[in-house]
C-alpha cells in the first residue's frame, strides 16, 4: 500500500501553471514536515518546498516567489501551486513526508522519511 499517493504532474508550457497533490494515506503517524522534492535525470533529488506542522514553510532559491506549498501534516495532506514554469523546472515530482514513526507505530531513534512514487512536470520552451 502506498503511504503518499502524488497526483497533478503533466506538460505545460514555459510560463504556465500546475497544482501538485500529496495524499498521505494516514499509514503514518507523527508526520512533523511535508514537502516536495524533485529530479532530474542523472542528477541527485533536490529540495524543492517544505511545510512543517506548524505551518512554517521553506522553498528552494530556484523556485521562491513562483512556487507555493500548502496544506499540511494534520490533514496528511499537501499542494504545491507552481507557476511562471520554466524549461528547467522539468523534473520528476516526489512527495515526502518526515516521522519519528514507523509503519508499524513504533517509535524510531531517527527520522524516517517516506516518499511516494513520483509525478512526471514537463515544461515545454
Known amino acids: 500500500q502506498a503511504q503518499l499517493v502524488e497526483s497533478g504532474g503533466g506538460l505545460v508550457q514555459a510560463g504556465g501553471s500546475l497544482r501538485l497533490s500529496c495524499t498521505g494515506s494516514?499509514?503514518?503517524?507523527?508526520?512533523?514536515?511535508m514537502g516536495w522534492y524533485r529530479q532530474d535525470p542523472g542528477k541527485q533529488r533536490e529540495l524543492v518546498a517544505t511545510?512543517?506542522?506548524?505551518?512554517?514553510?521553506t522553498y528552494a532559491d530556484s523556485v521562491k516567489g513562483r512556487f507555493t506549498i500548502s496544506g499540511g501534516t494534520a490533514e496528511d495532506t499537501v499542494y504545491l501551486q507552481m507557476n511562471s514554469l520554466k524549461p528547467e523546472d522539468t523534473a520528476v515530482y516526489y512527495c515526502?513526508?518526515?516521522?519519528?514513526?514507523?509503519?508499524?507505530?513504533?517509535?524510531?531513534?531517527?527520522?524516517?522519511?517516506?516518499w511516494g512514487q513520483g509525478t512526471q512536470v514537463t515544461v515545454s520552451s
Open positions: 515526502n513526508a518526515r516521522s519519528l514513526y514507523g509503519l508499524r507505530g513504533e517509535a524510531l531513534r531517527y527520522p524516517r522519511d517516506y
Open positions: 511545510i512543517t506542522t506548524g505551518g512554517v514553510t
Open positions: 494516514r499509514t503514518i503517524l507523527g508526520i512533523y514536515v
